[in-house]
């Protein structure tokens, strides 16, 4: 699936419906070149779990922010900064991926063979000043599903 947003309110929008169709467990990778929108897109998808997206920063140097304030945790990495996968193996990420809420993953080429096949796949590129193409693939049948589901709310 592939969608063109034409703004960073669309962009935090597409996040939103997103989210409406998450569950707990789900793991959201965002991958693009910097300024094509991750973090904005993440922003979304807190917003559509009812954090307020104003609080939702970039844990660029710190590589994980927890938000418990919504209808289910978010836990959003940045592997930005990671040198190789081995780096993150103390933090217990798994226990993230893993838990009671939804992962949002930017970066996720940087964990190589860590990054769990079950994630929802999400690249951006960027078109133009605030021109961003989104475009979709699911890991597996349930992240297929998952994808329809986010298409049809997206579309309304």
């Not at 349930?142 to 709310?153: P, R």
């Amino acid at each position: 699936m592939r969608i063109i947003s034409e703004s960073v309110r669309q962009t935090l929008d597409i996040g939103r419906a997103i989210a409406r169709n998450l569950k707990k467990g789900d793991i959201v990778c965002l991958s693009g070149q910097l300024g094509s929108g991750k973090t904005v897109l993440a922003k979304g998808i807190a917003w559509g779990l009812g954090i307020n997206p104003k609080d939702v920063s970039s844990p660029t140097f710190i590589l994980i922010r927890q938000y418990h304030q919504g209808s289910l945790p978010l836990y959003h990495f940045d592997f930005y900064r990671l040198k190789s996968p081995q780096d993150i193996l103390g933090l217990g990420y798994e226990e993230y991926f893993y838990a009671d809420g939804v992962s949002v993953i930017e970066w996720p080429d940087k964990l190589k063979y860590l990054l769990p096949e079950e994630s929802l796949d999400i690249k951006l590129s960027i078109k133009g000043l605030r021109k961003r193409l989104i475009e979709f693939k699911a890991g597996n049948a349930l992240q297929e599903e998952l994808l329809k589901k986010i298409y049809e709310n997206i579309r309304h």
